[in-house]
Structure formats: C-alpha cells, structure tokens
C-alpha cells in the first residue's frame, strides 16, 4: 500500500447521504478477482445509462474534477454489503480520502485496510466545504501525524483516528504488512516448537 503521510488533493462534493457500495461499485462488476481495473466503474449506475453511455449531468463527467483524490460524502457512506470492491473502486479511480459525517464500520474498516483514510468531521463543517468544491478548484491537505484537514483559506479541522489505523495508513502497510514487522519473533517462536 501506499503510504499517507501529508495529502494535498483536488476535492469531489458527493452530497448524498447513504450511499452504499452496490452504488459505489455494482454488482454485476465484481468478476475480477484482482484489486486493480474497478476505477472504471465507480459509481456506474450514476454515471452511465443502460448503454453504457455518459450521463453528462453526474458531476464527476466535469472536467473540474479531473484527478481529485479527496471524496466529500453526506452521511452513512459505504453501507449496504460488506463487499471490500468498494473500497477498490474507490482507490483504483484515484481517491485517497474521503470526508463524511459517518461511515459503515465493515466499510471504514476496509477502507483502512486498502489504504484510504476516511474521516469522520461533522455535516455542518463539510457543507460549508461542498460549497466551495462545488465551484471548482478546490483542494484540501491532509496531515496524518497532526491528524488535520486545512484549506489554506483558514480551514482547519482536528479529527481522531485510531493509533492502529494511523500506524497502517502512515507506513503504507496492511494487516499482513504489520505481521511481517514481527517476523523475526515469529520464527524464533516457531524455531522453538
């Protein structure tokens, strides 16, 4: 996984609220069985027809948001089924953060898990920045150590994270990862059997 230390990205407003990950990433393109090629069909259902055609008026067509990495979410995002697509979906298409009021937990947990760090911040403060990523340009930088979201305008906003979650997000590493940081214990103790 990639290491998230400090993150400076263009911001995606998604203002809807309970959007669950057969909206994020449908059903029907879950074949594949590596992490990689699932970008294309975030949100499919929002962003093409029956067709397979363009639905021009779904904001992520605007050029705008050409390479955003940070996601502004409502509340309950990633509910529904605990499908870890998702979260694949998500990073394959080029988000490292999302931003909402609240989280699935099966979700937030695979979020970490696969390297995007989801923030809790309240809805009030992430209105008043869909407003301003709604017009466009508009980038937000992320500091995992200070555990700070700013936006250079006078923004600043302190959320908590786990030291766990923090550990495997800041070092790029994932549950095996971590495990491997113990391999010498490991095989000493097995050495012993």
Known sequence: MEPITIHTGLVFPLDRSN???DQIIPKQFLKRIERQGFGQ???YNWRFDHSGKPIEDFPLHDKKY???SILLAGDNFGCGSSREHAPWALLDYGFKIIIAPSYADIFKNNCVKNGILAIEMPYKQIQQLMAKAEAGSYSLTVDLAAQTVQDGEGFSYQFE???YSKEMLYNGLDDIGITLLY???ITQFENRL
């Open 66 to 68: 050409d390479g955003a």
């Open 19 to 21: 959007v669950d990950t």
């Open 41 to 43: 069909f975030l949100f």
């Open 183 to 185: 391999e010498e214990k």
């Open 161 to 163: 994270i786990s030291e």
